[in-house]
């Protein structure tokens, strides 16, 4: 055993430093094992990917390892609450608890910090948002005064919706860099100094990749000098870094340059160039495209194979975005002319060409192992996407060199002597996590599945309705919320309802008020329905539960809840989901990667649609049990689950409780659940 594993096994045992660091701490076998493995990842440099069930303590199992390795670490998760939750509570509890001197730091993406000098502009700004946002600007501007770090999610009551936030943040368009005159208390830049001058720095994957895709954010310095990289939540690193190694071109985009260029001009250069007409050229060539596209319906997504989306003249097509790299290219030499005279042009002049050759790629046939589309809204939005990070991982990625600890380099040969640690609750429903380890390039990674310590038989039951409207009933929801409002009233609330659309959510959230509105007040539930106040609010508004005298909660939610919702305790004692979680067959993306599967003579549906269904109803299983003490019934509410084949492997998937096979089990076990 080497030293490490060694001084790893000792802070996990039972009178080690972790009994001091966490409550109810006590030794867990698959946390050490996986802290273990950790290590010696760590000492021997390689990829170890660990499926960490839940509650098994994995953030404490990557963490320990790395910062008693002495190795500089950069740890990423999936969202900016997490990123909060780590740098806020875990990481300095444990580098407290450990006693090492430790400098950590937290790096977010631009749009999270208060950008000092647009918020000067935002006084200004004659077409502020709505009434409320005067008040909202100047309590953004009292707090700008004091806070150290500038980063908006310190701010107490700041709805992360507010259409003020672009207003205040900055983006890399309208940086103005080094020529700012508040470049120097600058909160994205003092962020990015902190990052890399400390120990441990704390990101998330979109700031990983959105590096990765432009070299903004500082991450192109920081990464060849870290030797520790772990991404925890890791299941969603795909999802995420398509989004940002495509391409994408928006009409909205288009006409943003073409304000911005009109200002600058008039501004610092009127009557050197005639702006007024290469900003009219530009407005036009989105207009163009605009009309081409014709009459869709907002959300709509076009397939786009050949020269043009479908059904679209492909003549007409290419002709606009022909139009459009043309004014695009004018503006750009307008630009070039007077590039002396304000920094501003400068700066204007590679956004321009930026987008002259995204023009000219959308003109030009796709690229291989891309899939393309358009997206429908007010605005038109041509995205052109991978089908995976595969091919950015192994060559972008995992093969940086890597710098130890004592700052010299080392030629490695590739991922040689940096550790990879990628761990998650649910990477798969198979013991090779095909599932996460394909589409990430990691085929070679050493692979770790670590089981849950709950007792789910005991703690858990499952209940599938054998008698229930088929998925694609009409009256399917209305069903759902018929059985999920009767249960909510027996146990006063304390259910989550986890629909696989939005059209669900909004017919179960309305039938299940309709239901629960019957009941008498001092118990009846109040029913949560998202979208309807901001996460964070729905998520406290849900815990706090019955503590306040009122009866207690039900939510009904899609989408990001699925795996990001934590009601531990007696707030959550049911789960109801609507659906089998298939992904949607008409998306391109899904579209694209399943012919890509029969191509290569595989089963599209038995190598991609499935497991996706299983991780996804694996995730959203996953939010009822959260501690040893939880007890709870998950009801699928998709008779596909036993009356087709697939079903099998579904349900194999699911944590091991115990089946309810009548209603009249699902009646008892809620009976014995009730308050
Ligand atoms: S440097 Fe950029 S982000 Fe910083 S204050 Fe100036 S404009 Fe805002």
Request: aromatic fraction near 6%; proline fraction near 5%.
């Amino acid at each position: 055993m080497t030293a490490l594993e060694q001084q790893v096994r000792d802070a996990f045992a039972q009178d080690g430093v972790l009994s001091r660091a966490a409550e109810h701490f006590r030794e867990r076998t698959g946390q050490t094992e996986m802290a273990l493995a950790v290590a010696r990842t760590i000492e021997d440099g390689g990829v170890l990917v660990v499926e960490a069930g839940t509650g098994v303590g994995k953030t404490f199992s990557y963490l320990v390892p790395a910062l008693l390795s002495g190795e500089r670490v950069l740890l990423s998760t999936a969202t900016k609450a997490l990123q909060d939750q780590l740098f806020g509570r875990d990481l300095p509890r444990l580098v407290e608890a450990l006693g090492l001197p430790l400098r950590t730091a937290l790096l977010k993406g631009r749009a999270s910090y208060v950008c000092l000098h647009r918020l000067g502009l935002a006084r200004h700004d004659a077409s502020l948002p709505e009434r409320g946002s005067l008040r909202t600007l100047a309590k953004i501007e009292q707090w700008s005064t004091s806070t150290r770090t500038g980063d908006l999610a310190e701010l107490p009551g700041l709805d992360e919706r507010s259409p003020l936030i672009p207003l205040v943040t900055s983006t890399r368009d309208n940086c103005l860099g080094a020529q700012c005159p508040q470049f120097k208390p600058c909160h994205v830049n003092l962020a990015r100094r902190e990052a890399l001058a400390a120990d441990v720095v704390v990101i998330n994957h979109h700031l990983f990749f959105a590096d990765l895709a432009v070299r903004e954010t500082g991450m192109a310095e920081l990464l060849p000098t870290v030797r520790v990289v772990v991404f925890d939540e890791a299941h969603q690193l795909n999802e995420t870094g398509v989004q940002f190694l495509g391409v994408q071109l928006g009409t909205g985009q288009v006409l943003d340059f073409a304000r911005d260029l009109l200002a600058a001009g008039l501004q610092h250069a009127r009557g050197l160039v005639d702006w007024h007409q290469r900003v009219a050229a530009v407005e036009r060539s989105a207009r163009e495209l605009r009309l081409v596209a014709g009459k869709q319906w907002a959300g709509a997504k076009l397939r786009w194979f050949g020269a043009a989306p479908e059904n679209l003249p492909a003549a007409l097509w290419q002709g606009a975005l022909d139009e459009m790299q043309s004014a695009f290219e004018s503006a750009a030499e307008g630009l070039d002319s007077v590039s002396e005279l304000s920094p501003d042009f400068v700066r204007l002049h590679e956004r321009a060409l930026q987008l002259a050759a995204r023009a000219a790629r959308f003109a030009a046939p796709c690229e291989s192992g891309c899939v393309r589309w358009v997206d429908v809204g007010t605005q038109l939005r041509l995205m052109e996407s991978p089908l995976d990070i595969a091919e950015a991982m192994r060559t972008r990625v995992l093969k940086l060199r890597a710098a130890s600890s004592d700052d010299r380099d080392v030629d490695d040969g590739g991922e040689g002597a940096r550790a990879w640690i990628f761990t998650s609750a649910t990477l798969g429903d198979e013991p090779t996590l095909r599932w996460f380890t394909e589409p990430c390039g990691l085929g070679d990674a050493e692979v770790l599945r670590v089981q849950s310590p709950f007792d789910y038989a005991q703690q858990a039951a499952l209940y599938v309705p054998r008698v229930f409207p088929k998925p694609n009933d009409p009256s399917h929801s209305v069903q759902v919320a018929a059985l999920a409002a009767r249960a909510a009233g027996v146990l006063g609330g304390r259910t989550l309802v986890l629909t696989t659309t939005l059209r669900a959510l909004r017919t179960i959230g309305d039938a299940m008020r309709q239901h629960l509105e019957r009941l008498d007040a001092p118990r009846r539930p109040e029913v949560l329905v998202q979208g309807e106040l901001p996460k964070r609010v729905l998520m406290d508004r849900f815990r706090e539960g019955d503590s306040a005298g009122r009866g207690g909660c039900v939510l009904v939610a899609s989408a990001t809840f699925w795996e990001g919702f934590d009601a531990p305790g007696d707030s959550l004692q049911l789960v109801v989901i609507d659906k089998l979680p298939f992904p949607p067959p008409n998306d391109p993306l899904v579209e694209a990667r399943s012919q890509r599967l029969e191509a290569q003579g595989r089963n599209a549906f038995g190598d991609y649609s499935l497991p996706e269904a299983a991780v996804a109803l694996k995730q959203g299983a996953g939010r009822l049990i959260r501690r040893e003490s939880d007890q709870g019934v998950l009801v699928i509410c998709d008779t596909r689950l036993v009356a087709m084949g697939y079903g099998r492997r579904l349900l194999a998937a699911l944590p091991p409780m115990r089946r309810l096979d009548s209603e009249a089990d699902f009646d008892a076990a809620l009976a014995a659940l009730a308050p």
